[in-house]
């Protein structure tokens, strides 16, 4: 995080424990995940104990505690696309990447994360790995989409791409 971003997070206006959420969205925004130094800075900077800010960022989901990884791979579940399959998709992505929601794998390529409306729910169910965006997911397209990330191992490819 370069020095003017942090300067900005830990302003001495946010010096207050209501601004710990904000804080930890915008060190999560800049370095993709809460690192314990970054819960043991902010704890400091608010005067809590470390042991409350942990507490506060494991009860909400949107906050991770690893690396993501290079290929950071987000299925969402909002309303829509949990409807249209979703949790189909997540768990097959679960199995295909072998990764725990919310885990990066050992080789830091993939990381995995269920994620609430991206905003395009008319493409339900939805899976942004990186920058793009897969729509009307299905389990079957989970190994397709791998397969083409994963050249290296050989297995082909298909016509299927993001949009
Ligand atoms: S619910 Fe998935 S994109 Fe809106």
Redesign the pocket.
Request: net charge neutral.
């Given at each position: 995080m370069d020095t003017a971003r942090k300067a900005e997070i830990f302003n001495e206006g946010r010096r207050q424990r209501r601004h710990l959420i904000d804080i930890l969205q915008d060190i999560q925004s800049c370095e993709g995940y809460l690192s314990r130094e970054a819960m043991q800075e902010v704890a400091a900077f608010l005067s809590l104990p470390p042991s409350a800010v942990w507490g506060v960022a494991t009860f909400y989901n949107q906050f991770r505690f690893t690396p993501p990884g290079r290929n950071p791979v987000r299925v969402?579940?909002?309303?829509?696309?949990?409807l249209?399959g979703?949790q189909l998709v997540l768990e097959a992505m679960a199995r295909e990447l072998k990764l725990e929601i919310g885990a990066t794998s050992e080789d830091r390529e993939f990381s995995l994360e269920r994620?609430?409306?991206?905003?395009?729910?008319?493409?339900?169910?939805?899976v942004t790995i990186g920058e793009s965006v897969y729509p009307k997911m299905t389990p079957p397209r989970v190994e397709e989409i791998l397969v083409q990330m994963k050249p290296a191992e050989g297995r082909g490819k298909s016509g299927d791409g993001p949009t």
């Open positions: 969402c579940m909002g309303t829509a696309c949990h249209a979703g994620v609430a409306c991206i905003g395009c729910c008319a493409l339900a169910p939805v």
